[in-house]
């Protein structure tokens, strides 16, 4: 790593007034010598207090949806705003404190010591509480498709707790706005981004609403995943 490094916070949020707060207050903004830390929050189309709430809290810059579009789409235009603003590192969170913002220097570790290129905070290798079984049999039954596409073990493939180094935001394709999970993982390791996966610890949100209801998941993810696979991918390019 440089001598100065620059980590951008990406979190996307839709009408996330009620948790958004917590999530921001709770970023760590000094953990490691020479790496400034910023909070950009991507507010796609919320009709609450989300930014001014983000704001109150700490949030360093709010970038604006034009309109409601979508998860992954919000994930993705916040990634490349952090490029393009000069992320040397990015992690990408949920706005509903579902996921540990105290554990990012855990997260990023692996990138600020060269080790990986893309890492993913795993529920399912720390504490999960208070996940219905639905929604756990979901997740393994989506991470099982990935370990099978790309013939390699991973145990969380649906984390919202993501880190990235500039290598790997720079090649990045989201190439659905409803959802990123799946399409994300298949994108950067068929490209040869190294991934690693680190326990964090999980809860279930106490406020606000998912977007995620069954049978629109099933068959937009399912879609996304097999036009992903269908794709040609060029090997991983050196930063500029």
Known sequence: MRQQALLYIVIPAKNEEEAIGEVIRNVPRSFFPGLTVKVLVVDDGSTDGTVDVSLAA????????????????????????????????AVMIDADNEYPAEQIPELVAPLLAGEADYVMGSRFMGTIKGMKWHRRLGNYLFTALQMILLRRFISDGQSG????????????EIIHDYNYA????????????????????????????????????VTKVLSAVWREMRRPVSPRQPDS
């Open 182 to 217: 799946q399409v994300m993982t298949l994108n950067l390791v068929r490209k040869g981004y190294r991934m690693k996966e680190i326990p964090i610890r999980y809860q279930v949100r106490t406020t606000g609403r998912s977007f995620i209801r069954f049978v629109p998941y």
């Open 161 to 172: 707790m993501r880190a990235f180094n500039r290598a790997a935001l720079a090649d990045l």
């Open 58 to 89: 700490g949030a360093d810059e709010i970038y604006t949806m034009p309109i409601n579009t979508g998860l992954g789409a919000a994930v993705r235009a916040g990634l490349r705003e952090a490029y393009e603003r000069g992320a040397d590192y």
